[in-house]
Structure formats: C-alpha cells, structure tokens
C-alpha cells in the first residue's frame, strides 16, 4: 500500500513540476505563443511522455493554465489544451520509438488550432493557410526544439526520471 502512494505522490509530483515548466515557458512569451503565427517554447515539452506517463497529465494542465493566465477565449481553452492533450497521449503512444514522438503533438495542434483560430478569434485566414502557419511554429517548437530537449534528456534520463523511467520501462 506504502509503495502505491509513494508511486501516486512521485506522478503527481512530476505532473505538477511540468504543468509548472510549460506554464513558466508560455505565460512571459505570450506575444510569440499565440496568435496565427504562434511559437510556444513549451510545446518543447510535449516530448517528455517519452520518459514519463506524468508529462501527459503535465503538459495538459500546462497548457490549460497557460491558455487561462493569458487570457485566450474559451474554445482556445478548451480546445487548444485538448489539442496538447491528443498531441501528449500520442507521443506516449508512440514512446518506444524516439524518433516519432514529436509527431503527434505536431499534427493534433496543425489539425485543430486552425479552426480555433477562426471560431474563436475570427481570424479571416483560410484554414489551410493557418495549418501552414501553425504547422511552421509547431516544427520549430516541437521538432527542433523539442528535439533538441529529448536528446539533452537522454544523458540524464536516469537522473531526472530515475523512479518513473523504471516504472515506465517495467510497464513495457
């Protein structure tokens, strides 16, 4: 039972310090991490649920407090964070291989944002045009940066991550 908690304190814990991470990395920059050509230093961090399950439920209510302290409209609230949250899931999903991790949450966010850039802001962009704009943010926040992170990451996996990497890597 001991060990259960302790398990369930170390998630928490390691979701807090994420939702935490992301919502430091988009808050100060919000002049650059919304609008229709958006680059979110934070979504770099869509990459952890590589390391850890926690960072699924991290990035999420990163994302949602972000979208909530800086003011965004409701369905960007709602549906910008749910777009983090399909991007997160699919990276771990996709956890076992490295090299594909930072494509779901490139697709979810150049799938939905657009249309929440036009119901919720009105923006007169054509939807396609927008998934270009988004799609250029979200390569250069995710696949370079991002990228960049989980290779940084590697060498000290076991550091940061050590409990919940072996609990992760015992799940698969």
Do not use: H
């Amino acid at each position: 039972m001991r060990e259960r908690n302790n398990k369930t304190v170390y998630f928490l814990a390691y979701g807090a310090v994420i939702a935490a991470i992301y919502t430091a990395l988009t808050v100060p920059f919000a002049p650059i991490s919304f609008g229709p050509v958006q680059f979110r230093i934070s979504e770099a961090l869509c990459i952890l649920p590589f390391f850890t399950p926690a960072a699924v439920p991290g990035v999420f209510i990163g994302c949602l407090l972000s979208n909530l302290l800086s003011g965004a409209a409701p369905l960007d609230v709602v549906f910008g964070s749910l777009a983090t949250l399909i991007g997160a899931l699919g990276s771990y999903g996709l956890r076992r291989n490295r090299n594909l991790v930072c494509i779901p949450p490139i697709l979810s966010n150049v799938i939905i944002i657009p249309w929440v850039l036009r119901f919720a802001y009105g923006s007169a962009d054509l939807i396609p045009f927008a998934m270009v704009t988004v799609g250029i943010g979200e390569i250069l926040a995710i696949g370079v940066l991002g990228n960049m992170l989980l290779r940084v990451l590697e060498r000290y996996k076991n550091t940061i991550f050590g409990r919940c990497l072996a609990e992760n890597t015992a799940a698969r």
